[in-house]
């Protein structure tokens, strides 16, 4: 039973640039969380989404952000323009389709993104 | 002030400890409450979940909360070098809302 699955794992771009990162949720999962993590802080949420659904993006910048969870295939988060500032670690969580209650998200590997 | 505190430590133990890892909170909404280890450069790994008040133990690992101290614990039994790791506290309103993570403690258990 496969977790999480993103990828690339690792993302290098120039400043200027678009960065897709994409996020393979668990079998059975229909819930798909993104989270940024920058060096030496905790995870912070950016977006929920379900099959074709932007839930809760609250977390997300205003611009040069978006994501999307396609009725097939991965979940993308993608970044246009990209800066400096967003070099950071982006991680994926999914959570079961029938949670018990407090939805258990378990994590990918994430995605480091160094931006030159 | 954030919603979520934790001590980012640093903290050492020697083999064999008990270590005990803490995080405060503001948001009384807040119900279910989780523990995270994340190795370096790694994802974090979900260790301990727990709803409401109360206290749940996996192996080596206890889980506690206090709903009205705003206050949750997470013990660590005969910490092995293994357990050298940042633990995540986490916590959420329930029903596939967003979670809030502390910082992180970085723990090191010393062979």
Known sequence: ?116 | QKEVEQDPGPLSVPEGAIVSLNCTYSNSAFQYFMWYRQYSRKGPELLMYTYSSGNKEDGRFTAQVDKSSKYISLFIRDSQPSDSATYLCAMNSGGYQKVTFGTGTKLQVIP
């Open chain 1, 1 to 116: 039973n496969a977790g999480v699955m993103q990828n690339p794992r690792h993302l290098v771009r120039r400043r200027g640039q678009e960065a897709r990162l994409r996020c393979s949720p668990m079998k059975g999962h229909s819930h798909v969380y993104w989270y940024r993590q920058l060096p030496e802080e905790g995870l912070k949420f950016m977006v929920y989404l379900q099959k074709e659904n932007i839930i809760d993006e609250s977390g997300m910048p205003k611009e040069r952000f978006s994501a999307e969870f396609p009725k097939e295939g991965p979940s993308i988060l993608r970044i246009q323009q990209v800066v400096r500032g967003d070099s950071a670690a982006y991680f994926c969580a999914s959570s079961p389709t029938s949670g018990r209650g407090g939805n258990e998200q378990f994590f990918g590997p994430g995605t480091r993104l160094t931006v030159l």
